[in-house]
């Protein structure tokens, strides 16, 4: 897949070509859909034989097909270029965008393509301009196993519908918690599963994390009333659990990615999990919060000590730890939470949020430095956060404040700090920022540990044929580089050839 989007990025053509691809390299099969420009965006006129404009407006929608049609033979070629295994290939044109409206596809096989389509290529007959006014032409001149394209009365094309893809590509489409699959024994010890099914976080509670979170917006003014509703809703919640499941831990994730680093918690190769619903994290947390309100910091402790231990590779449970030691004035115990909680962080908006409680901690303490550089690193976590505003406005109004103090003790003789400096306090580099946060036994997020799962098991999903259960590991990955290669990858893991979601929007996104 990797192969195939860097030639495609590498192609010098008239128009920049977005692809989607999905690929299964134990049978051979791969689909690709590409986006083709409209014929509104080929020129109304060009320059005869004596330099004159010439109209062209009718012969736009000719050009713009027999471009289409020669770019998925090229992306077949591509297809067919990038790995020997790859005995099939579909190529499927959509409006503008590989998620737009379909308007053509075409079925090649490795064979055939060799010693037809391909000589097109190699001896220029593609390129003969009598195909530019008759694009079936240039489609028949293709050996494809399979066709679904139609042409208007302009010569552009009729929409169509999306063509059945192989029984191996659809799969790859089929929802995890449908999915029944056995994992290669590799991913069963690392992602603590048998099967693709296991590694679904979808729950079918009655209750949703919203339906929670409007319990304790309704009961905001009184928090015994909100202990108390929200105590009801964990009830009818811990009895919908199945009672075959017990055996196994309990494990809510957040997002999919994070399903993926369950080896990092407490267990080893033959721990199991069953789904608790995301509304009995959410019962947690709000508990805890109302127990803060009534100063109960004892009650608080143990919703949220169970809130980790049903989310082991979240930092929700964590961050609020830290919150609820701060209030009580425990600052020790609260950043040793924060501590705690980046040595599983991996999501970058909760890296910099880490990061920025732990900089409003340290600048309380008086500890200003060491607060300069959490916010420093806060402030350069991925390619941007929620968080990366804000981190650089603290980390300025701190350096503010040195230099304020700074002044204030000139003319003070040997005591004057400016004495020895007479330089404007700058950011650290972050070489620095991190050395002195390590030197301070603060943990670097994410760790190369975590880094180093998350990669691994995204690859392994992937390579397995799991697509759905590898994209947001990657997208998380390219959060932290914004690396073209990975944001296409994420897209295409996603969405594939978009051919499993006729009927459903090719735009819907996790909620």
Not at 132 to 154: G, H, K
Not at 246 to 266: D, F, G, N, W
Not at 388 to 403: H, P, S, W
């Amino acid at each position: 897949m990797t192969r195939f989007h860097t030639i495609c990025e590498r192609l010098q053509l008239p128009f920049h070509v977005s692809t989607s691809v999905e690929v299964n390299p134990a049978t051979g099969d791969m689909a690709v859909a590409f986006g083709t420009p409209e014929p509104t965006q080929f020129p109304t006129a060009v320059p005869d034989a004596h330099g004159r404009a010439r109209d062209c407006t009718g012969k736009r929608a000719q050009w713009a097909a027999a471009y289409a049609l020669r770019l998925a033979a090229l992306l077949a070629n591509i297809g067919f270029a990038v790995n020997t295994g790859i005995i099939g290939v579909t190529v499927v044109a959509r409006t503008g965008e590989p998620d737009g409206q379909t308007l053509f596809s075409l079925g090649f096989n490795r064979v055939d393509f060799h010693f037809t389509t391909a000589k097109l290529f190699a001896d220029g007959t593609i390129d003969d301009a009598k195909f530019d006014a008759d694009p079936a032409q240039l489609l028949a001149a293709f050996d494809v196993d399979s066709a679904r394209v139609e042409f208007d009365a302009d010569g552009w094309f009729a929409p169509t519908e999306d063509p059945e893809l192989p029984e191996s590509l659809r799969e790859l489409r089929t929802p995890l918690g449908e999915d029944a699959r056995e994992l290669p024994d590799s991913l069963k010890s690392l992602l603590r599963a048998d099967r693709v099914c296991d590694l679904d976080i979808a729950d079918q509670a009655s209750l949703s994390i919203r339906d929670i979170h409007q319990i304790a917006q309704e009961n905001a003014d009184s928090p015994v009333t909100a202990v108390v509703e929200l105590g009801g809703a964990l009830t009818t919640l811990k009895q919908e659990l199945s009672v075959s499941t017990s055996i196994r831990q309990p494990l809510y994730c957040e997002r999919e990615a994070l399903r993926l680093l369950v080896s990092e918690a407490v267990g080893d190769a033959a721990t199991r999990y069953r789904t608790v619903p995301g509304a009995i994290a959410a019962v947690r947390s709000e508990l805890a919060r109302f127990d803060m309100k009534l100063g109960q910091l004892d009650d608080a402790l143990r919703e949220l000590q169970e809130l980790q231990r049903i989310s082991p590779t979240s930092v929700q449970g964590g961050i609020a730890e830290a919150m609820a030691y701060s209030m009580a004035g425990d600052t020790a115990r609260a950043v040793e939470s924060i501590r705690q909680a980046l040595m599983l962080a991996v999501v970058p908006d909760e890296m910099a949020f880490l990061y920025c409680l732990l900089g409003q901690m340290f600048a309380m303490a008086g500890e200003i430095e060491t607060a300069i550089d959490c916010y420093y690193v806060a402030s350069t976590v991925g390619v941007q956060t929620e968080y990366t505003g804000g981190a650089r406005q603290a980390m300025e109004a701190l350096l503010a404040q040195i230099d304020a103090a700074r002044d204030g003790q000139d003319g003070q003789g040997e005591a004057s700090f400016t004495a020895t400096v007479d330089t404007q306090p700058t950011a650290p580099s972050r070489e620095h920022a991190l050395g002195s946060l390590e030197a301070s036994d603060i943990p670097i997020a994410p760790t190369q540990s975590v880094i180093q799962t998350l990669t691994q098991a995204a690859m392994m999903l992937t390579d397995a044929g799991v697509p759905l259960a590898a994209y947001d590991g990657v997208e998380i990955l390219a959060e932290y580089s914004a690396e073209p290669t990975l944001l296409w990858m994420c897209r295409a893991l996603q969405e594939g050839a978009g051919c499993a979601l006729t009927g459903v929007s090719r735009r819907v996104r996790r909620l």
